[in-house]
C-alpha cells in the first residue's frame, strides 16, 4: 500500500488532541450517536459493549453513544433503547465505558427525552403521556400530548440533572444533551412546537430558556471540569426545512444563553457538513457556532459519503466521499471535531484506515439494519 501526501495529511490533521473542558480527547475523531434499538430492557448488554469497544479500539477518539433516555416516564418510545437510569442499565452502561477505556477511546452518554414524539401506549411505560412545550408534535397535530407544567419542567431538568451525575459516577468521560432533531428541548427552542404564553415561550431568546436550565442543572450536578456537549440542529426529523435561526445575529441569540448556563463544546447537526449555513459565508453550521460563542465545535452530516443519511432509511447506499475539503476547514479551525456516523457504523475499522492512510480500504455505505451492524 502507498501512503499518499493527501492520506499523510490526514492523518496529520486528525491526529492532533483536543481539549474539551478537562477531557483531553487523543484526536478529532468522533463517533456520532445513532440509535439501534439493541438494548431489551433498556440494558446496554455485551454486544453494546463490544460494538463501542470495537469502535475505539480502531481509533475514535471520542465516542458518543446513542440516545439514551433519561429518567422521566414520558422520555422515550421503545423497550429496545437504552436507559440512563436504574441499576441493572447503569451497570451496564458502566460496563461500556470500562471498556471504551481500555480500548484508549473516551465516551460519553447522549441524554435524551423525545417530547411529543411519543405516541399513546408505546413502551417503556405505556401509560405515560406524550409531554412538549405546547402539546404539538412537529407536523402542527394538537391535541396529541399534553402541555408542560411547571412541576412537568422541573421533573424532566431534574432527570437530566439526575442522569449527568450518573454519568460522572459510573466513570463516563462528560455526558452530551440531545437537543436536536425535534426531540423535547428543541421543541421549546422551535417556534412551530413552541407557542407558549409563559417565560418559556415567546421569542428565541425566551424559546432557550428551558435548554439553558436544563445546562444549568446538569452543569451544577457534575464537577466543574466535566465536559457538558449539547447536541442541536435547525433541521427536524418531519421538517427538513425547519430553521431556528435565519442569520447568524438570531444563532447568536439561541447559543449564548446555552454557553453561559455552561456548555462546554456545541455539535452542530446538519445533513452535510459542506453545506454554508448562511448566505455570504463558507462557513457551517459548526463553524458559525465556534465563531459566536468561542467554543469547541463538532461538524457532523455525511462525512466520508456521497449521500445524506435519511436516505438510508428508505435503503439506499452513497459512495465514498473524499474529505480533503474537510481537512481544509480543520485546519482553518472552522471547527474542532468531526463526527462519522454511517461510515464509522458500517465500518468499525474507519478511523484506523483514514488515520493509517489507507483510504483503498474504505468502504462504501451498504444500508441495513442498524440493529445488525457490531
Not at 463553524?287 to 432509511?313: N, Q
Not at 475499522?349 to 483503498?360: H, I, P, S, T, Y
Amino acid at each position: 500500500m502507498t501512503v499518499t501526501p493527501s492520506a499523510t495529511r490526514a492523518s496529520q490533521v486528525l491526529s492532533r488532541p483536543v481539549a474539551l473542558n478537562g477531557l483531553t480527547v487523543p484526536n478529532r475523531i468522533v463517533m456520532a450517536p445513532m440509535t439501534r434499538k439493541f438494548s431489551p430492557g433498556g440494558v446496554p448488554g455485551e454486544d453494546v459493549v463490544s460494538y463501542y469497544a470495537r469502535r475505539a479500539a480502531a481509533g475514535v477518539g471520542l465516542i458518543v453513544t446513542e440516545g439514551t433516555y433519561v429518567g422521566h416516564e414520558s422520555a422515550g418510545q421503545s423497550d429496545d433503547v437504552p436507559r440512563f437510569h436504574g441499576e441493572e442499565q447503569l451497570a451496564g452502561w458502566a460496563k461500556v465505558a470500562d471498556a471504551v477505556h481500555a480500548a484508549g477511546g473516551k465516551i460519553v452518554p447522549q441524554l435524551w427525552h423525545i417530547g411529543m414524539s411519543r405516541s399513546a401506549g408505546e413502551p417503556p411505560y405505556p401509560d405515560a403521556p406524550a409531554v412538549g412545550p405546547s402539546g404539538i408534535r412537529l407536523d402542527g397535530t394538537e391535541g396529541a400530548g399534553k402541555a408542560m407544567t411547571q412541576a412537568d419542567l422541573d421533573d424532566v431538568i431534574a432527570a437530566f440533572a439526575e442522569a449527568a451525575a450518573a454519568a460522572e459516577r459510573i466513570g463516563f468521560d462528560g455526558v452530551e444533551l440531545h437537543g436536536a432533531h425535534g426531540y423535547l428541548i428543541d421543541q421549546f427552542l422551535w417556534s412551530g412546537t413552541n407557542r407558549r404564553a409563559d417565560e418559556y415561550g415567546g421569542d428565541l431568546v425566551a424559546r432557550t430558556k428551558f435548554a439553558a436550565e436544563i445546562v444549568a442543572a446538569v452543569r451544577a450536578a457534575v464537577s466543574p471540569s466535566f465536559p457538558v456537549l449539547f447536541r442541536y440542529s435547525q433541521w427536524k426529523l418531519e421538517a427538513y426545512d425547519a430553521r431556528l435561526a435565519e442569520s447568524p445575529s438570531e444563532l447568536e441569540a439561541l447559543l449564548a444563553p446555552l454557553a453561559s448556563a455552561g456548555v462546554d463544546a456545541f455539535h452542530a447537526s446538519t445533513r452535510r457538513y459542506w453545506r454554508p449555513e448562511f448566505d455570504g459565508s463558507d462557513l457551517n453550521l459548526a463553524g458559525w457556532t465556534k465563531k459566536l460563542t468561542g467554543k469547541p465545535t463538532i461538524t457532523v452530516g455525511s462525512v466520508g459519503l456521497d449521500g445524506e443519511f435519511l436516505r438510508a432509511f428508505v435503503g439506499e447506499g452513497s459512495s465514498v466521499r473524499g474529505i480533503d475539503d474537510l481537512l481544509d476547514r480543520l485546519e482553518a479551525a472552522e471547527f474542532d471535531l468531526v463526527a462519522v456516523g454511517r461510515a464509522l457504523l458500517h465500518d468499525p475499522e474507519w478511523a484506523a484506515k483514514v488515520l493509517g492512510g489507507r483510504f483503498d480500504e474504505l468502504k462504501a455505505y451498504e444500508a441495513a439494519s442498524l440493529r445488525t451492524l457490531s
